[in-house]
Structure formats: structure tokens, C-alpha cells
Nanobody
Framework: QVQLVESGGGSVQAGGSLRLSCAASGGTFSSYTMGWFRQAPGKEREFVATISRIGWSTLYADSVKGRFTVSRDNAKNTVYLQMNSLKPEDTAVYYC???????????????????WGKGTLVTVAS
């Protein structure tokens, strides 16, 4: 059983930056494709970014491409989401997820995901 704990959320002005972290425990971190999703109030959970097991492959939603960067440190069992040039529409709860069977390219739907964190809130003020 894998446990995922997100941190790094908070409030920031538009144009600012935040770095989210997701610490994993209870499994072999390098065997999991990792991802980030987000859910704004009243909206469905949506894909943000994924990264392959050893970090060679990444995929981003069009809405964050060029502004967000996903990375991982398998020695620290941690995945990161660097968020730059934040916009008010980026306001959401951000969730970390893990799945041993999916690839970075196929981990774009929240359905059937093996493991989720509890989320961290990001608020971007205009």
C-alpha cells in the first residue's frame, strides 16, 4: 500500500510561483508512474502532468505547458511540481497520484488510478 502526502500549496499572486512536493511511502517508488491532477470548486478532477518511472518521459496538459514542470527524485521517494507564471484559473486542490501499470502517456485520466494523496490547496489571486 502506497501513501502519498502532498505539501507546498498556499496562496500566491498571479504571476508568482509555487513548488509542490509529494512524498511517497510504503512501496517501491521507482516502480510507479507519478502524476498530478487538480480539481477546482464545482469542476471535475483534471489532468495536469505525469512523469515516467525513472523520469525520462513527461506529459503536460495544454493549459500548463511551458509554465509547470514535473520532476522526481527516486532517491528521496518524492515527485515535484514546479509552477511558474501562475494564473487565477490555476486555483484548485492539487492531487498527487501513483500507478504501477500506467505510463506517462496513459496516465491522463483520473479513472482507475491506484493511489491518491489527499491534496494541497493552491490559491492564485488576481
Amino acid at each position: 500500500q502506497v501513501q502519498l502526502v502532498e505539501s507546498g500549496g498556499g496562496s500566491v499572486q498571479a504571476g508568482g510561483s509555487l513548488r509542490l512536493s509529494c512524498a511517497a511511502s510504503g512501496g517501491t517508488f521507482s516502480s510507479y508512474t507519478m502524476g498530478w491532477f487538480r480539481q477546482a470548486p464545482g469542476k471535475e478532477r483534471e489532468f495536469v502532468a505525469t512523469i515516467s518511472r525513472i523520469g525520462w518521459s513527461t506529459l503536460y496538459a495544454d493549459s500548463v505547458k511551458g509554465r509547470f514542470t514535473v520532476s522526481r527524485d527516486n532517491a528521496k521517494n518524492t515527485v515535484y511540481l514546479q509552477m511558474n507564471s501562475l494564473k487565477p484559473e490555476d486555483t484548485a486542490v492539487y492531487y498527487c497520484c501513483a500507478d504501477p501499470a500506467k505510463t506517462a502517456a496513459t496516465m491522463t485520466s483520473p479513472n482507475g488510478m491506484n493511489y491518491w494523496g489527499k491534496g494541497t490547496l493552491v490559491t492564485v489571486a488576481s
